[in-house]
């Protein structure tokens, strides 16, 4: 399967312009369906244009915007209940690396979204 990450401002768009057999993703997703979260999208909200895939972990949200693996095994939970499919970005920073803990690291991000 092929599928083209968008940012949400562009998911219609890119939903219109490429092919069928293309799916989209959103970049993120917030862990709930209701509330006031400004500036979150809910996965209804990426399903309502037409995409049917999420990224989620990706290092810069780890990194940049400090989400946990426990916030984004949240997410991931969401977003499956609520028939999005998720692509989990997992890996180590290179500190991580050369401290030899990758597998640690590893393991301790794919334990909340298994």
Not at 9 to 26: G, N, P
Not at 52 to 61: A, D, Q, Y
Not at 100 to 110: A, Y
């Amino acid at each position: 399967e092929v599928v083209c990450g968008a940012p949400s401002i562009y998911l219609d768009f890119s939903r219109q312009k490429l092919d069928a057999k293309i799916a989209v993703a959103a970049q993120n997703c917030y862990k709930v369906s209701k509330g006031a979260f400004t500036g979150e999208i809910s996965p209804a909200m990426i399903k309502d244009v037409g995409a049917t895939w999420v990224i989620l972990g990706h290092s810069e949200r780890r990194h940049v915007f400090g989400e946990s693996d426990e916030l984004i095994g949240q997410k991931v939970a969401h977003a499956q209940s609520e028939g999005l499919g998720v692509i989990a970005c997992i890996g180590e920073k290179l500190d991580q690396r050369e401290a030899g803990i990758t597998e640690k690291v590893v393991f301790e991000q794919t334990k909340v979204i298994a």
